[in-house]
Protein backbone atom coordinates (compact mmCIF):
# COMPACT_ATOMS: atom_id res chain seq x y z
CA UNK A 1 0.00 0.00 0.00
CA UNK A 2 1.49 3.65 -0.97
CA UNK A 3 1.31 6.36 1.20
CA UNK A 4 -1.13 8.69 0.41
CA UNK A 5 0.07 11.75 2.62
CA UNK A 6 4.14 12.80 3.43
CA UNK A 7 5.09 15.39 6.18
CA UNK A 8 7.18 17.93 5.40
CA UNK A 9 9.76 20.20 6.97
CA UNK A 10 8.56 23.42 5.10
CA UNK A 11 10.73 26.72 5.17
CA UNK A 12 8.03 28.97 7.39
CA UNK A 13 10.08 32.16 7.71
CA UNK A 14 14.04 33.37 6.41
CA UNK A 15 16.20 33.57 9.19
CA UNK A 16 19.04 36.06 9.05
CA UNK A 17 21.61 34.34 10.27
CA UNK A 18 21.72 30.60 11.60
CA UNK A 19 18.45 29.18 11.08
CA UNK A 20 16.47 28.43 14.45
CA UNK A 21 13.06 25.51 14.94
CA UNK A 22 10.70 28.43 14.64
CA UNK A 23 11.68 29.08 11.14
CA UNK A 24 10.18 25.85 9.87
CA UNK A 25 7.01 24.17 10.05
CA UNK A 26 5.91 20.69 9.98
CA UNK A 27 3.13 20.14 7.19
CA UNK A 28 1.51 17.40 5.69
CA UNK A 29 0.91 17.14 1.89
CA UNK A 30 -0.85 14.96 -0.18
CA UNK A 31 1.51 12.30 -2.01
CA UNK A 32 0.43 12.91 -5.86
CA UNK A 33 0.38 9.85 -8.06
CA UNK A 34 3.45 8.77 -9.43
CA UNK A 35 3.93 9.85 -13.50
CA UNK A 36 5.65 8.32 -15.77
CA UNK A 37 9.81 8.81 -15.36
CA UNK A 38 8.96 9.38 -11.46
CA UNK A 39 9.96 7.59 -8.26
CA UNK A 40 8.87 7.47 -4.99
CA UNK A 41 11.68 7.45 -2.32
CA UNK A 42 11.00 6.42 1.60
CA UNK A 43 13.24 8.42 3.13
CA UNK A 44 15.31 7.26 5.97
CA UNK A 45 17.96 9.51 7.06
CA UNK A 46 17.94 12.76 6.85
CA UNK A 47 21.12 14.72 6.97
CA UNK A 48 21.96 18.25 8.14
CA UNK A 49 24.59 20.23 7.30
CA UNK A 50 25.85 23.40 7.80
CA UNK A 51 25.82 24.73 4.31
CA UNK A 52 21.78 24.47 5.10
CA UNK A 53 21.86 28.22 6.81
CA UNK A 54 23.27 29.63 3.44
CA UNK A 55 20.71 27.74 1.30
CA UNK A 56 17.48 29.38 3.11
CA UNK A 57 19.21 33.26 4.14
CA UNK A 58 17.63 35.58 1.49
CA UNK A 59 20.92 36.38 -0.38
CA UNK A 60 22.06 33.16 -2.18
CA UNK A 61 25.71 31.80 -1.51
CA UNK A 62 26.00 28.78 -4.50
CA UNK A 63 22.54 27.90 -5.11
CA UNK A 64 19.09 29.20 -5.46
CA UNK A 65 17.04 29.85 -1.42
CA UNK A 66 14.85 27.36 -0.67
CA UNK A 67 11.48 29.23 -0.92
CA UNK A 68 8.98 29.89 1.57
CA UNK A 69 6.19 27.61 2.04
CA UNK A 70 9.22 24.50 -0.05
CA UNK A 71 10.50 21.60 1.60
CA UNK A 72 13.38 21.65 3.47
CA UNK A 73 16.81 21.08 0.62
CA UNK A 74 18.94 18.71 2.06
CA UNK A 75 20.11 14.98 1.18
CA UNK A 76 18.54 12.02 2.34
CA UNK A 77 19.06 8.70 1.71
CA UNK A 78 16.70 6.31 1.72
CA UNK A 79 14.56 2.89 -0.44
CA UNK A 80 12.73 2.82 -3.71
CA UNK A 81 9.22 2.14 -2.59
CA UNK A 82 7.78 2.38 -6.46
CA UNK A 83 9.13 3.57 -9.42
CA UNK A 84 7.92 4.22 -13.08
CA UNK A 85 11.48 5.12 -14.10
CA UNK A 86 13.89 2.70 -16.37
CA UNK A 87 16.59 3.55 -14.05
CA UNK A 88 15.25 2.43 -10.69
CA UNK A 89 13.74 -0.42 -9.38
CA UNK A 90 11.61 -0.96 -6.21
CA UNK A 91 14.52 -1.86 -3.58
CA UNK A 92 17.22 0.74 -4.86
CA UNK A 93 18.64 1.88 -1.91
CA UNK A 94 19.58 6.06 -3.18
CA UNK A 95 20.82 9.31 -1.92
CA UNK A 96 20.42 12.20 -3.21
CA UNK A 97 18.69 15.73 -2.35
CA UNK A 98 15.88 14.63 -1.23
CA UNK A 99 14.54 16.96 0.75
CA UNK A 100 13.22 16.87 4.60
CA UNK A 101 10.37 14.95 4.36
CA UNK A 102 9.31 11.48 4.68
CA UNK A 103 8.57 10.55 1.06
CA UNK A 104 10.21 11.83 -2.03
CA UNK A 105 8.78 12.02 -5.76
CA UNK A 106 11.61 12.52 -8.06
CA UNK A 107 12.30 12.17 -11.71
CA UNK A 108 15.74 10.64 -10.39
CA UNK A 109 17.92 14.01 -11.06
CA UNK A 110 18.36 15.19 -7.70
CA UNK A 111 19.74 11.78 -6.88
CA UNK A 112 23.43 11.72 -6.14
CA UNK A 113 23.91 7.72 -6.22
CA UNK A 114 22.39 4.26 -5.62
CA UNK A 115 23.74 3.12 -2.39
CA UNK A 116 25.50 0.00 -2.83
CA UNK A 117 27.80 -0.16 0.18
CA UNK A 118 24.92 -3.21 1.50
CA UNK A 119 27.99 -4.43 4.29
CA UNK A 120 27.67 -0.90 6.04
CA UNK A 121 24.93 1.09 7.33
CA UNK A 122 23.30 2.89 5.07
CA UNK A 123 23.30 6.25 6.73
CA UNK A 124 27.12 6.31 6.45
CA UNK A 125 25.77 7.27 2.38
CA UNK A 126 25.14 10.97 3.91
CA UNK A 127 28.43 11.17 6.46
CA UNK A 128 32.06 9.66 6.00
CA UNK A 129 30.37 8.00 2.54
CA UNK A 130 28.99 11.45 1.74
CA UNK A 131 29.64 15.05 1.01
CA UNK A 132 31.47 15.08 4.46
CA UNK A 133 34.02 12.10 3.52
CA UNK A 134 33.95 13.11 -0.20
CA UNK A 135 34.74 16.85 1.28
CA UNK A 136 37.47 15.85 3.44
CA UNK A 137 39.15 13.62 0.60
CA UNK A 138 38.99 15.95 -1.74
CA UNK A 139 39.77 19.18 -0.13
CA UNK A 140 42.97 17.67 1.00
CA UNK A 141 43.89 15.68 -1.42
CA UNK A 142 43.12 17.75 -4.33
CA UNK A 143 43.57 21.09 -2.88
CA UNK A 144 45.72 20.63 0.25
CA UNK A 145 47.96 18.45 -1.80
CA UNK A 146 49.64 17.06 1.92
CA UNK A 147 53.15 15.67 1.70
CA UNK A 148 54.59 12.84 4.14
CA UNK A 149 55.97 14.81 7.08
CA UNK A 150 53.89 18.03 6.69
CA UNK A 151 51.95 19.53 9.64
CA UNK A 152 48.23 19.48 8.98
CA UNK A 153 45.94 21.18 10.99
CA UNK A 154 42.46 21.06 10.91
CA UNK A 155 39.76 23.05 12.29
CA UNK A 156 36.31 21.89 13.74
CA UNK A 157 38.54 18.44 13.82
CA UNK A 158 36.27 16.58 15.55
CA UNK A 159 33.15 17.34 12.93
CA UNK A 160 32.50 15.15 10.50
CA UNK A 161 34.22 17.03 7.76
CA UNK A 162 37.09 17.58 9.95
CA UNK A 163 37.55 13.90 11.32
CA UNK A 164 38.22 12.42 8.17
CA UNK A 165 40.49 15.35 7.02
CA UNK A 166 43.01 14.48 9.81
CA UNK A 167 42.48 10.62 9.39
CA UNK A 168 43.01 10.62 5.64
CA UNK A 169 46.14 12.87 6.21
CA UNK A 170 47.65 10.72 8.65
CA UNK A 171 47.39 7.85 6.63
CA UNK A 172 49.41 9.97 3.96
CA UNK A 173 51.77 10.35 6.18
CA UNK A 174 51.25 13.53 7.62
CA UNK A 175 52.19 14.75 11.38
CA UNK A 176 48.53 16.63 12.25
CA UNK A 177 46.45 18.86 14.47
CA UNK A 178 43.11 19.36 15.36
CA UNK A 179 41.29 22.56 16.82
CA UNK A 180 37.76 22.07 18.85
CA UNK A 181 35.65 23.49 20.94
CA UNK A 182 35.48 21.64 25.06
CA UNK A 183 37.63 19.21 26.82
CA UNK A 184 35.57 16.60 25.21
CA UNK A 185 36.17 16.94 21.76
CA UNK A 186 39.77 17.66 22.44
CA UNK A 187 40.24 14.08 23.76
CA UNK A 188 38.14 13.08 20.70
CA UNK A 189 40.25 14.38 18.40
CA UNK A 190 43.37 12.19 20.09
CA UNK A 191 41.73 9.46 21.09
CA UNK A 192 39.19 8.28 18.80
CA UNK A 193 40.47 10.35 15.53
CA UNK A 194 44.13 9.82 15.83
CA UNK A 195 45.54 13.66 16.04
CA UNK A 196 49.04 13.98 16.73
CA UNK A 197 47.95 17.18 18.95
CA UNK A 198 44.53 18.10 19.70
CA UNK A 199 43.78 22.05 20.41
CA UNK A 200 40.75 23.07 22.18
CA UNK A 201 39.39 26.94 21.23
CA UNK A 202 37.44 27.67 23.42
CA UNK A 203 40.23 26.96 26.40
CA UNK A 204 42.45 30.39 27.46
CA UNK A 205 46.05 30.17 25.92
CA UNK A 206 44.30 28.36 22.74
CA UNK A 207 47.58 30.23 20.50
CA UNK A 208 50.48 29.29 23.06
CA UNK A 209 48.67 25.75 22.96
CA UNK A 210 49.05 26.01 18.89
CA UNK A 211 52.17 27.12 18.87
CA UNK A 212 53.28 24.19 21.41
CA UNK A 213 50.93 21.93 18.96
CA UNK A 214 52.88 23.04 15.65
CA UNK A 215 56.41 24.01 16.05
CA UNK A 216 57.77 23.10 12.69
CA UNK A 217 54.82 25.22 11.27
CA UNK A 218 51.94 24.57 9.17
CA UNK A 219 52.00 23.22 5.94
CA UNK A 220 48.44 22.44 5.01
CA UNK A 221 45.59 24.50 7.09
CA UNK A 222 42.06 22.50 6.45
CA UNK A 223 39.84 26.15 7.77
CA UNK A 224 35.84 24.61 8.59
CA UNK A 225 35.44 28.01 10.24
CA UNK A 226 37.46 31.11 10.04
CA UNK A 227 37.83 34.10 12.45
CA UNK A 228 40.00 33.79 15.39
CA UNK A 229 41.36 30.53 14.65
CA UNK A 230 41.76 30.81 11.34
CA UNK A 231 43.85 34.27 12.13
CA UNK A 232 45.88 31.91 14.82
CA UNK A 233 46.47 29.37 12.24
CA UNK A 234 47.54 31.50 9.24
CA UNK A 235 50.00 33.42 11.66
CA UNK A 236 52.12 30.19 12.01
CA UNK A 237 51.95 28.89 8.16
CA UNK A 238 55.04 27.74 6.43
CA UNK A 239 56.78 28.55 3.39
CA UNK A 240 54.32 26.91 0.34
CA UNK A 241 51.61 26.64 2.91
CA UNK A 242 48.61 25.18 1.31
CA UNK A 243 45.27 26.77 2.88
CA UNK A 244 41.78 24.88 2.06
CA UNK A 245 38.87 27.54 2.78
CA UNK A 246 36.35 24.68 3.11
CA UNK A 247 34.03 26.53 5.74
CA UNK A 248 32.94 29.67 7.75
CA UNK A 249 31.57 28.19 10.94
CA UNK A 250 32.56 30.98 12.99
CA UNK A 251 30.97 33.20 11.38
CA UNK A 252 26.95 33.71 12.10
CA UNK A 253 25.96 36.01 9.64
CA UNK A 254 27.16 37.12 6.53
CA UNK A 255 26.32 40.76 7.11
CA UNK A 256 28.05 40.83 10.13
CA UNK A 257 31.15 39.49 8.66
CA UNK A 258 34.26 39.84 11.28
CA UNK A 259 37.28 42.13 10.50
CA UNK A 260 40.80 40.94 11.96
CA UNK A 261 44.53 40.86 10.39
CA UNK A 262 45.04 40.36 6.69
CA UNK A 263 46.17 37.80 4.91
CA UNK A 264 48.07 38.95 1.93
CA UNK A 265 51.17 39.34 3.86
CA UNK A 266 51.57 35.75 4.96
CA UNK A 267 50.61 34.47 1.86
CA UNK A 268 53.20 37.10 0.47
CA UNK A 269 56.14 36.50 2.83
CA UNK A 270 55.60 32.48 2.75
CA UNK A 271 54.68 32.04 -1.09
CA UNK A 272 51.77 30.79 0.04
CA UNK A 273 48.45 29.32 -1.16
CA UNK A 274 45.05 29.94 -0.21
CA UNK A 275 41.40 28.21 -2.30
CA UNK A 276 38.22 27.64 -1.41
CA UNK A 277 36.79 24.71 -2.02
CA UNK A 278 33.08 23.64 -3.00
CA UNK A 279 32.41 19.78 -3.08
CA UNK A 280 29.98 20.63 -6.85
CA UNK A 281 33.10 20.76 -8.28
CA UNK A 282 34.64 17.47 -7.88
CA UNK A 283 30.83 15.77 -8.45
CA UNK A 284 32.41 13.58 -11.67
CA UNK A 285 34.90 11.89 -9.37
CA UNK A 286 32.76 11.39 -6.36
CA UNK A 287 32.71 7.34 -6.90
CA UNK A 288 36.60 7.50 -6.56
CA UNK A 289 36.57 9.06 -3.29
CA UNK A 290 33.32 7.06 -2.20
CA UNK A 291 35.47 3.71 -2.86
CA UNK A 292 38.43 4.64 -1.30
CA UNK A 293 36.32 6.00 1.55
CA UNK A 294 34.53 2.80 1.88
CA UNK A 295 37.83 0.81 1.65
CA UNK A 296 39.49 2.90 5.03
CA UNK A 297 36.13 2.05 7.03
CA UNK A 298 36.40 -1.22 6.04
CA UNK A 299 40.02 -2.16 7.45
CA UNK A 300 39.40 0.38 10.22
CA UNK A 301 41.77 3.20 9.28
CA UNK A 302 39.22 5.73 9.01
CA UNK A 303 36.88 5.88 12.32
CA UNK A 304 33.55 7.98 12.15
CA UNK A 305 31.33 8.93 14.86
CA UNK A 306 27.37 9.85 14.25
CA UNK A 307 24.86 11.46 16.01
CA UNK A 308 21.37 10.01 15.17
CA UNK A 309 18.07 12.29 16.16
CA UNK A 310 14.89 9.92 16.22
CA UNK A 311 11.67 11.91 14.41
CA UNK A 312 11.09 14.42 11.61
CA UNK A 313 9.99 16.27 14.34
CA UNK A 314 13.68 16.53 15.26
CA UNK A 315 14.54 18.31 11.76
CA UNK A 316 13.75 22.04 12.89
CA UNK A 317 15.84 22.52 15.59
CA UNK A 318 19.00 20.81 14.37
CA UNK A 319 20.81 23.17 12.22
CA UNK A 320 20.93 25.79 15.86
CA UNK A 321 22.30 22.70 17.26
CA UNK A 322 24.93 21.66 15.11
CA UNK A 323 26.17 25.38 15.14
CA UNK A 324 25.69 25.18 18.97
CA UNK A 325 28.68 22.27 18.93
CA UNK A 326 26.55 20.11 20.16
CA UNK A 327 26.39 17.46 17.64
CA UNK A 328 29.06 14.47 18.23
CA UNK A 329 30.23 13.77 14.57
CA UNK A 330 27.51 13.58 11.36
CA UNK A 331 24.38 14.83 12.52
CA UNK A 332 21.39 12.77 11.08
CA UNK A 333 17.74 12.60 11.57
CA UNK A 334 16.32 9.24 11.67
CA UNK A 335 12.46 8.30 10.08
CA UNK A 336 10.61 5.46 9.79
CA UNK A 337 12.98 3.43 12.67
CA UNK A 338 15.28 3.09 9.82
CA UNK A 339 18.89 0.75 10.95
N1 LIG B 1 32.98 23.67 0.81
C1 LIG B 1 32.28 22.56 0.72
O1 LIG B 1 32.01 22.06 -0.36
C2 LIG B 1 31.81 21.94 2.00
C3 LIG B 1 31.14 20.71 2.01
C4 LIG B 1 30.74 20.16 3.24
C5 LIG B 1 31.02 20.86 4.42
N2 LIG B 1 31.68 22.05 4.35
C6 LIG B 1 32.00 22.80 5.56
O2 LIG B 1 32.76 22.00 6.42
C7 LIG B 1 32.55 22.46 7.76
C8 LIG B 1 32.26 21.27 8.65
O3 LIG B 1 31.04 20.67 8.24
P1 LIG B 1 30.47 19.39 8.97
O4 LIG B 1 29.29 18.95 8.22
O5 LIG B 1 31.57 18.43 9.19
O6 LIG B 1 29.97 19.95 10.35
P2 LIG B 1 30.53 19.63 11.79
O7 LIG B 1 31.97 20.03 11.84
O8 LIG B 1 30.21 18.22 12.14
O9 LIG B 1 29.65 20.56 12.69
C9 LIG B 1 29.85 21.95 12.71
C10 LIG B 1 30.85 22.30 13.80
O10 LIG B 1 31.20 23.68 13.64
C11 LIG B 1 31.74 24.11 14.84
N3 LIG B 1 31.32 25.47 15.10
C12 LIG B 1 30.06 25.94 15.20
N4 LIG B 1 30.08 27.25 15.49
C13 LIG B 1 31.40 27.59 15.58
C14 LIG B 1 32.07 28.79 15.87
N5 LIG B 1 31.40 29.92 16.13
N6 LIG B 1 33.42 28.81 15.88
C15 LIG B 1 34.10 27.69 15.60
N7 LIG B 1 33.52 26.50 15.32
C16 LIG B 1 32.18 26.48 15.31
C17 LIG B 1 31.24 23.16 15.94
O11 LIG B 1 32.39 22.41 16.41
P3 LIG B 1 33.14 22.83 17.77
O12 LIG B 1 32.26 22.31 18.87
O13 LIG B 1 34.44 22.16 17.66
O14 LIG B 1 33.20 24.33 17.81
C18 LIG B 1 30.29 22.25 15.22
O15 LIG B 1 30.28 20.94 15.75
C19 LIG B 1 31.44 23.48 7.72
O16 LIG B 1 31.98 24.78 7.78
C20 LIG B 1 30.80 23.22 6.37
O17 LIG B 1 30.15 24.36 5.85
C21 LIG B 1 32.05 22.59 3.18
Redesign the pocket.
Known amino acids: MLPTHNRQVQLASRPVGIPQADHFSIVSVPLPQLQPGELLVRNEFLS????MR?WVNAVANYSEPVAIGAPMRSFACGTVVASRHPGYAEGDVVMGMLGWQEYAITDGRPIRRKVREADLPRSLSLGILG??GV?AYF?LTAVGRPRPGDTVVV??????????VGQIAKIAGCSTVG????AR?RQLCRDEFGYDFAVD??AAGFEDALSAATPAGVDVYHD??A?S?SDAVIRRINRGARIV????????SWDDWPSGPRVERHLLNKAARMQ?????DYEHRYEEAVARLADWVRDGRLRYREEILDGIEQAPGSIAR??????D???LVRLNDSR
Open positions: IDPAGINTASTAAGAVGSAIAGGKYKNTGIVCGTASVSGFLIWLYRGENGKL
